[in-house]
């Protein structure tokens, strides 16, 4: 995700076989409530300052993955085996090499990652030129077949509506995340975003400007005004029966009218292509909110593909949205 951990020293297991150590015979983590009493254990908030992690992704990760593996004592505090400060540094280190979340679980505690799970490459730490954060870049240097279309503003703003429509109308959509270049932009938007904010359990919007996070429905994650992103027009959802990214870029010009605008666009419409571009929103947002970001990440997945009746409808949307464009 670019964040890395910090170790702060916490003392661990790691013996001669490195990971192995703190393992079972079978290779498996051993269940919290058959470790010694004896053993040392580490409350949630040591864990959390040792690997860099906050106490609420710790939480969400034992609670979606079943790890990391905590007892309880008496009053219901967490309790950790230093062991599983090995686990979770582990973790997080096949997570920066482009392992996803399940399967990187199941590789350290022993599990057998389901078939057919999804492992994008993860994006590269902060401050690497590989791409800087840019959601065009990274989608189109990990899906080389996505025809790029230049387009104007006009016709960006018509399928924009219209795949915001589509996804307040389609049933079980998770997130939903913008990214409007600069602030003004989505104070024009905010109304509508707010109604699908009612809708959807996760919505994400992103403007440069100021660096600030809200924590009110949408979500806003204000990004400095020379990232990437200040040229990106981005919108992407993932649902039940849905998963879009519509992602593009500004062209460099000498106009200076807005409705003369052009943009280079790609549409994503395969739930695996969709995923890289959440992998790379969740990237750009982690130096500000990284528990927005493995949200981002986790709630992409699995995707379904686009269902033919709501490809139809957009179809239609977007004529629609077209016609009052140029009324």
């Known amino acids: 995700m670019g964040f890395e951990p910090r170790n702060q020293g916490l003392g661990t297991t790691r013996g001669a076989k490195g990971l192995d150590a703190s393992r079972g015979e079978n290779g498996a983590v051993p269940a919290a409530r058959d470790l010694p009493a004896r053993e040392r254990r580490l409350s949630i908030a040591e864990l959390a300052r040792a690997s860099g992690l906050p106490t609420a992704t710790i939480r969400t990760w034992e609670r979606?993955?079943?790890?990391?593996?905590?007892?309880?004592?008496?009053?219901g505090r967490r309790g950790y085996p230093p062991s599983v400060l090995d686990q979770l540094l582990a973790v997080l280190s096949l997570r920066r090499e482009g392992v996803s979340m399940e399967a990187a679980v199941a590789r350290v505690t022993g599990r057998v990652p389901e078939r057919g799970e999804h492992t994008p490459v993860a994006p590269p730490s902060i401050g690497e030129e590989a791409w800087g954060s840019s959601i065009f870049a990274h989608l189109r240097s990990r899906v080389p077949r996505l025809d790029v279309r230049?387009?104007?503003?006009?016709?960006?703003?018509?399928?924009s509506h219209a795949l915001e429509d589509e996804t307040a109308a389609a049933p079980g959509v998770r997130v939903v995340v913008g990214s409007f270049q600069r602030l003004w932009f989505y104070r024009r938007a905010r109304e509508r975003w707010r109604a699908l904010a009612s809708q959807v359990p996760l919505c994400l919007a992103i403007h440069c400007g100021p660096q600030v996070v809200g924590d009110e429905a949408p979500r806003e994650v204000?990004?400095?005004?020379?990232?990437?992103?200040?040229?990106?027009?981005?919108?992407?959802?993932?649902?039940?029966?849905?998963?879009?990214?519509?992602?593009?870029?500004?062209?460099?010009?000498?106009?200076?009218?807005?409705?003369?605008?052009?943009?280079?666009?790609?549409?994503?419409?395969?739930?695996?292509?969709?995923?890289?571009?959440?992998?790379?929103?969740a990237h750009a947002v982690a130096p500000l909110a990284p528990d927005l970001?493995?949200?981002?990440?986790?709630?992409?997945?699995?995707?379904?593909?686009?269902?033919?009746?709501?490809?139809?409808?957009?179809?239609?949307?977007?004529?629609?949205?077209?016609?009052?464009?140029?009324?």
Not at 304 to 325: G, N
Request: include cysteine; glycine fraction near 2%.
């Open 64 to 75: 979606r993955y079943g790890f990391p593996r905590a007892f309880r004592d008496g009053s």
């Open 150 to 159: 230049v387009h104007s503003k006009a016709a960006l703003l018509a399928l």
């Open 222 to 281: 204000c990004l400095p005004a020379d990232h990437p992103l200040a040229r990106e027009w981005v919108l992407a959802a993932v649902g039940q029966n849905i998963a879009f990214a519509l992602v593009a870029r500004e062209r460099l010009s000498s106009e200076t009218s807005d409705r003369a605008r052009q943009f280079e666009a790609l549409i994503a419409l395969d739930p695996d292509d969709v995923r890289f571009a959440f992998d790379a929103a």
């Open 293 to 327: 970001a493995e949200q981002l990440v986790d709630a992409a997945r699995p995707a379904a593909p686009l269902a033919p009746a709501l490809a139809a409808s957009l179809i239609h949307r977007t004529l629609e949205w077209s016609a009052k464009e140029w009324q």
